[in-house]
């Protein structure tokens, strides 16, 4: 019995450190890896298997998950999480978890009702953090809007001030727009700004815009066109990239690892989604090295701007932020 319990001890010791966090502006602590549940990428894989693959990130030691009320996952989500709480693996309170308001619900009086209906199919009390997943607003139907953001950030900051989102923040705001909320005098500041970054949009000085204002950076489609092969013609690099590779084998990992580590490197939260048991446990096994100033500038140059999400249907939407 007595080994037992030691034994869970310095297992518990271990997983923390796969969790490392940084530090909020808010005063809370953000774990720097996130599971990310997001299908866009995987198309038409089955919902079922975000159940076992926030499951499997637990196990694995991730503490931060990342959802969004348009993911149409949340309740998937949930069921890994409570499995997870009932074996014993953790405690909600050891938890982060990040939902996201979607864009037909920008109107100040709804950003609060469409929380509580995430955190109903989510079967929790509160969330970590929520965000305005864009800084565009529509109709129900899809069609343009034009609600501005600040209203929207107005019913963000009652959803923190009722304790029901711990910290608040924005998604695929660019600079201008980080600007404008800032300047509002808001009682609440963004948290976070989730943006895509990998290395073929390494969006330097979006990056260190929100660092300089004390807005933590998570980095979404981390792996860029790492993994995907329906982009024949996206630009490099892939997973055999000779640079990669190169730096992979030096710190035994593989390129996956190595992308990832760059991102953490750069100071950025890094979203990486699998599904699969195997990738979920190289994806937090990145705390037992760290690139070189010069390994992370050399990865950097992959950048060619290019976007794994960019809606062009919605270019012409206001607030567009791309
Ligand atoms: N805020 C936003 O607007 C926004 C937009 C897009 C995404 N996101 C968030 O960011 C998350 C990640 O973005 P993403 O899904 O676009 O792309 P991603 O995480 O860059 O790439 C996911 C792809 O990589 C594969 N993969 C994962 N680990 C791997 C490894 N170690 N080796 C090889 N392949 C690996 C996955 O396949 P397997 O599952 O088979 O491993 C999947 O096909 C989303 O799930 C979502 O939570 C947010
Ligand atoms: C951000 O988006 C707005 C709205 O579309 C646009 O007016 C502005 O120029 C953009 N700023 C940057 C830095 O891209």
Known sequence: MLRAVVLACVVNIVLAGKAPTIDLNDGRKMPVVALGTGRGTAGSAPIDEVKDAVFWAIEAGYRHIDTAAVYGDEEQVGQGIA??????????????????????????????????ESLT?????????????????????????????????????????????????????????????????NAFRPAVNQIEVNPTLTQE????????????VMAYSPFGFLVTRKHADAPPPRVDDPTLVRIANKYGKN????????????GLV??????????????????????????????SKFNKNVRVIHPKGWESYPNYPF
């Not at 899809?142 to 600040?150: M, Q, V």
């Not at 959803?159 to 660019?174: Q, T, Y």
């Not at 390129?255 to 750069?266: G, K, N, P, S």
């Open 83 to 116: 499995e997870a709480i009932s074996k014993g693996l953790v405690k909600r309170e050891e938890l982060f978890v990040t939902t996201k308001l979607w864009n037909d619900r920008h109107a100040r009086d709804q950003v609060v009702p469409s929380l509580r």
């Open 121 to 185: 199919r989510l079967g929790l009390d509160y969330v970590d953090l929520f965000l305005i997943h864009f800084p565009i607003s529509m109709k129900s139907d899809g069609s343009p809007d034009n609600i501005d953001y600040l209203e929207t950030w107005e019913g963000m900051e009652e959803a923190k001030e009722l304790r029901l989102a711990r910290s608040i923040g924005v998604s695929n705001f660019n600079a201008t727009q980080i600007d404008r909320l800032v300047a509002n005098k």
């Open 205 to 216: 000085p979006l990056v260190s815009h929100c660092q300089n204002l004390g807005i933590a």
């Open 255 to 266: 390129t996956a690892q190595i992308v990832l580590r760059y991102l953490v490197d750069r």
């Open 270 to 299: 890094p979203i990486p989604k699998s599904a699969n048991k195997d990738r979920i446990a190289q994806n937090i096994d990145l705390f037992d090295f760290q690139l070189t100033k010069e390994e992370v500038a050399e990865i």
